[in-house]
């Protein structure tokens, strides 16, 4: 697969961004959603900021009161027997490992923009920052679908009682309008696809199970974008693949003559993310048409491999002209990227399997 990462990557690091918080640092500026508006390519940004904390020994936990519109800082030893510090990312209690209790950065949407999709500017301000109860931990990896005049723009949801999927639309990336949460927790990597098809939206979708299954793809379909039913399983990891631990939706689906065309992420259980493909019926999207055997993409570039959490390759969304997908992408947990893919190699290599 031909690859041809942009020269100026990383595009954005956190370098790049002014906290909005004093006191804090910017650790991340990456997994940015992608849309076109007035001539602009727009990355709607997920930027993580965690406070600054003077002793190595003392690790702060940022919390968003949504209720008094304040932020305060829960601070824990790292030397305390009781709490587990291995993933820098959160904390969690030893004896219950399979759940973490606070995060160590609060994370939330920011827009930059492009004339040349290669060169942005970042909006001082943030354009969605937590405004519920259901996002005291923060707003995560927003994809963007553009249907008729509207951008819908959905992300995770963070707050003690799980991750789930948000929803706001938009005209102008100035105002919006919240429409609710459209999948309860644990569930994230929601794509909603561009158009109906036979009088139903659809979207997909991975639940993080906790008892029996594993992290695969789903899909559903809704009437109106807001009420999702009708879920059935799509696709499923690979134990022996590179896709092997964990599968998400990455890009906005693509409708092509061969099928809507799915760019995937696929991660083992070392956490070592990659891009894939799968095609899926233009009319029936809730069939499987061809998947990719291999990666499209690996983490390769000094970038992609190193980081605050290395070796990732996250793709949220892209443009496309004629046969050139341009995609951009998160890398390392830590900045963003972007490079260019022909749709008729990506389709040709999902269909060699």
């Known amino acids: 697969m031909k690859i041809e990462r942009f020269i100026e990557n990383p595009l954005i690091t956190p370098a ?20 076109e508006y007035n001539g602009e390519v727009l990355l709607l940004l997920r930027v993580a900021e965690r406070p600054i904390s003077e002793d190595p020994n003392i690790i702060k ?18 030397n305390d027997p009781d709490y587990d510090f291995e993933d820098p990312r959160m904390i969690r209690k030893k004896d219950k490992l399979d759940s973490f209790i606070y995060l160590t950065s609060l994370s939330y949407i920011r ?24 996002q005291s931990y923060g707003i995560e990896d927003a994809r963007c679908t553009k249907i008729d005049d509207t951008y819908y723009i959905n ?3 963070v707050s003690p009682v799980g991750v789930c ?6 005209k102008d990336f100035k105002n919006y309008q919240d429409l609710g949460n459209i999948f309860a927790p644990e569930n994230k990597d929601v794509l909603i696809f561009p158009e109906k098809i036979n009088d139903n939206y659809y979207a997909l979708h991975r639940p993080s199970l906790k008892s029996i299954g594993n992290y695969d793809i789903w899909i559903a379909s809704s009437p109106d974008l807001v009420s999702w039913g009708n879920h059935k399983h799509l696709l499923g990891i690979r134990k022996t693949e590179w896709d092997s631990g964990r599968i998400g939706g990455g890009l906005v689906p693509v409708k092509t003559k061969a099928g809507w065309l799915v760019i995937y992420h696929g991660a083992t259980s070392e956490h070592r993310y990659c891009m894939g493909a799968v095609l899926l019926d233009l009319n029936d999207p809730t069939k499987v048409i061809a998947r990719s055997q291999k990666p499209i993409m690996e983490p390769e570039a000094e970038y992609e491999k190193n980081g605050f959490f290395g070796d990732v390759v996250f793709g949220c969304g892209g443009i496309v002209d004629e046969d050139r997908l341009t995609m951009y992408y998160g890398v390392a947990d830590t900045s963003m990227a972007g490079c260019t ?3 008729s190699e990506i389709i040709q290599q999902a269909k060699e399997g």
């Open 16 to 35: 790049d961004v002014k906290p909005l918080h004093e006191g804090y640092e910017v650790i991340g500026a990456f997994n940015g959603g992608v849309a």
């Open 61 to 78: 936990a940022p919390v968003y009161d949504t209720g008094t519109k304040q932020m305060k800082i829960v601070e824990f030893d790292y």
């Open 111 to 134: 827009i930059a923009r492009s004339k040349d999709g290669h060169h942005f500017m970042i909006d001082d301000d943030a354009f969605l920052y937590p405004f519920n109860e259901y």
């Open 155 to 157: 992300f995770s949801s």
């Open 165 to 170: 999927d948000s929803l706001v639309s938009t």
């Open 341 to 343: 893919l022909s749709i």
